[in-house]
């Protein structure tokens, strides 16, 4: 005995096939296999990709060096580790959190001054 549900479903595949007739449905379902065959290929690269990618990073030691800004453009932490410099702190192994607030501290003992 079929529910209410599989009536819908009955119902929906008729209107699909009045629709657009018998011709199309084998069209329409190999669509929907190569729709799935493209998604299920996009996955495995995907997968793929970020497994070599987590494998080369894992085995790789070097660091990749950041392609370098344009002399005349300065970043924020190029300004600071400046300003440091010029206060004579030592900012090897700091955070910039650390050396700002050593900034801020130097300043506040210079500008007592």
């Avoid at 370098?68 to 400046?82: A, G, H, R, V, Y």
């Amino acid at each position: 005995m079929l529910d209410g549900l599989d009536w819908i479903i009955v119902g929906v595949i008729a209107i699909v096939i009045i629709m657009w007739g018998p011709q199309k449905i084998p069209e329409f379902a190999r669509s929907l296999g190569r729709a799935k065959g493209e998604f299920e290929k996009a996955q495995k690269d995907f997968a793929n990709a970020a497994s070599t990618t987590e494998s080369t990073a894992a085995t790789a030691n070097v660091a990749v060096a950041a392609p370098k800004p344009s002399p005349t453009i300065k970043t924020k932490d190029d300004m600071l580790l400046e300003a440091a410099q010029k206060l004579g702190i030592v900012t090897d192994g700091k955070t910039r959190e650390q050396i700002s607030e050593e900034i801020s501290a130097k300043a506040k003992l210079l500008s007592a001054d």
